[in-house]
């Protein structure tokens, strides 16, 4: 019976290791800022194509008659 509680103790340990790295990760991830400065789709800020604005969202206005 103590080697099985011996088992799950050791399991738990590494799940809740795993959990600590899965958690760090999540915080360090940074957020995209899609509809930052009134666009509607995301801008890219490095490169070749810098200012660039991507998915685009257009609509069509509407014409009263």
Known sequence: MLER???LIANN????KIQEKNNILL???KE???NGNGTSGYTI???EHKGT????IKR???VIE
Request: proline share 0%.
């Open 5 to 7: 509680l011996k088992d």
């Open 13 to 16: 340990f590494i799940a809740k």
């Open 27 to 29: 915080r360090s991830r």
């Open 32 to 34: 995209v800022d899609i």
């Open 45 to 47: 800020k490095e490169g």
């Open 53 to 56: 604005v991507l998915c685009h």
């Open 60 to 62: 069509d206005k509407k």
